[in-house]
């Protein structure tokens, strides 16, 4: 692992200018001269970051005993927690000038990140963990998908705009289960997108809340050694309609790794007919599926560290946020509405535990994006599951 210093030394080079500049040296000078210069000035400014770094380094050691205390963080050794500190200081030094440079037109970001619980995490840890690889790895698919069963159209098309409710929030309706966390072993945000997604229409159907399994759709909907890795969210529904549907989670309980299929006897608890594509570039289209059921999204979460350490304190995208539509990341969108400065946002559930952004949900910026795309691309693959 490789950590990079926030406030590299300068180099000789900018020294030698700035020495000579400052002391107003003429020239010409010998070789030996401006080494004793340089080796004098770089002395001086060497000894005077010491101090600064000193008094910064205590500040930041106390933040970061604090925050281990807060997230229970513990290492095997000294050498560990040395190298985890590292990681730490080079985060927090970020999120706090995140926070403090003003967005593009002066919004403020005061807040919008913070030191979590991924904060000892380089960004390339956390990439290859929680999220599918670097930015530019796309889930593999594509936006295409496999043609659901019940025709490739799309059910929410003909819906009035002006028929539906002017926000929704699925979590009030009971059609939400708690927020799971994929945890560092296994990239599978797919199959918590898929399962939230059934979740959510099962219970908009049948008036039934049941947390469906994940584990299953790891170990049994994929190929060996594919159940942890990137994948569209349609295969898992495709899953669901050819197994006859998913199992409970309390029957068949995630762990995190991909293992043996073993769905066989175990209770079916919800079953779909089919799954449609949300017509990509299109927030319009993706509004009225929403209005109707929980719609599993692709989205791209690891362009820099700013979803990683998102807050959940605003809106991501409204201060723009830097973002791609190389999709690396999967959620499933709970809902929408208009913040009281009349921001318009998807309200998201993410697979990262509870105390990741506001209690593991988070509010992305909606209707900003003039080609359709949706901040971070989470048009681009948007589908949800039909149970006719
Ligand atoms: C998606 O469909 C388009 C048009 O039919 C096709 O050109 C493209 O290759 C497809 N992409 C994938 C990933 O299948
Ligand atoms: C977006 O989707 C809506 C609803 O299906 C449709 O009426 C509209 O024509 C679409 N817009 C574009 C630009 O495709």
């Given at each position: 692992m490789q950590v990079e210093l926030a406030a590299p030394i300068p180099s000789f080079s900018t020294m030698a200018s700035s020495s000579t500049h400052s002391m107003g040296l003429t020239m010409p000078f010998s070789l030996a001269t401006v080494l004793v210069i340089l080796s004098c000035c770089t002395q001086f400014a060497l000894a005077a970051r010491e101090v600064s770094t000193a008094g910064d380094d205590k500040?930041?050691?106390?933040?970061?005993?604090?925050?281990?205390?807060?997230?229970?963080?513990?290492?095997?050794?000294?050498?560990?927690?040395?190298?985890?500190?590292?990681?730490?200081?080079?985060?927090?030094?970020?999120?706090?000038?995140?926070?403090?440079?003003?967005?593009?037109?002066?919004?403020?970001?005061?807040?919008?990140?913070?030191?979590?619980?991924?904060?000892?995490?380089?960004?390339?840890?956390?990439?290859?963990?929680?999220?599918?690889?670097?930015?530019?790895?796309?889930?593999?698919?594509?936006?295409?998908?496999?043609?659901?069963?019940?025709?490739?159209?799309?059910?929410?098309?003909?819906?009035?705009?002006?028929?539906?409710?002017?926000?929704?929030?699925?979590?009030?309706?009971?059609?939400?289960?708690?927020?799971?966390?994929?945890?560092?072993?296994?990239?599978?945000?797919?199959?918590?997108?898929?399962?939230?997604?059934?979740?959510?229409?099962?219970?908009?159907?049948?008036?039934?809340?049941?947390?469906?399994?994940?584990?299953?759709?790891?170990?049994?909907?994929?190929?060996?050694?594919?159940?942890?890795?990137?994948?569209?969210?349609?295969?898992?529904?495709?899953?669901?309609?050819?197994?006859?549907?998913?199992?409970?989670?309390q029957a068949y309980s995630y762990q995190g790794y991909q293992g043996t299929c073993s769905a066989s006897g175990k209770p079916i608890a919800a079953r779909i007919r089919g799954f449609q594509d949300v017509p990509p570039r299109n927030e319009t289209a993706l509004f009225l599926a929403v209005a109707h059921q929980p719609v599993s999204i692709g989205l791209d979460a690891g362009i820099n560290s700013v979803m990683q350490f998102f807050s959940g304190t605003g809106i991501y995208g409204a201060a723009g946020e830097p973002c791609t539509e190389d999709l690396n990341h999967a959620m499933t969108i709970v809902g929408y509405g208009t913040d009281e400065h009349g921001t318009k946002y998807w309200l998201m559930k993410n697979s990262w535990g509870s105390t990741w952004a506001d209690q593991g949900y988070v509010k992305i910026a909606r209707d900003v994006v003039s080609n359709g795309a949706g901040i971070c691309g989470l048009t681009m693959q948007a589908s949800y599951p039909v149970v006719a």
């Open positions: 500040a930041m050691r106390e933040r970061y005993e604090k925050w281990m205390v807060e997230n229970g963080q513990t290492y095997e050794d000294s050498a560990e927690k040395a190298r985890r500190f590292e990681v730490f200081k080079f985060n927090a030094h970020f999120i706090d000038s995140y926070n403090a440079a003003a967005g593009p037109g002066g919004k403020s970001r005061t807040g919008l990140l913070t030191t979590n619980k991924f904060a000892d995490l380089t960004g390339d840890e956390f990439r290859s963990t929680y999220i599918s690889g670097r930015s530019g790895g796309a889930i593999s698919g594509g936006i295409n998908g496999t043609m659901p069963p019940l025709g490739s159209g799309f059910m929410y098309g003909a819906v009035r705009l002006s028929d539906m409710p002017a926000s929704m929030d699925w979590r009030e309706k009971g059609a939400v289960t708690q927020v799971k966390d994929q945890g560092l072993t296994c990239e599978c945000c797919w199959a918590f997108s898929a399962a939230a997604a059934v979740e959510g229409i099962h219970q908009i159907k049948s008036g039934n809340l049941v947390s469906l399994s994940v584990q299953q759709l790891v170990d049994c909907s994929t190929g060996a050694n594919d159940g942890c890795k990137p994948r569209d969210m349609d295969k898992a529904f495709q899953y669901i309609i050819d197994s006859g549907g998913l199992t409970t989670e």
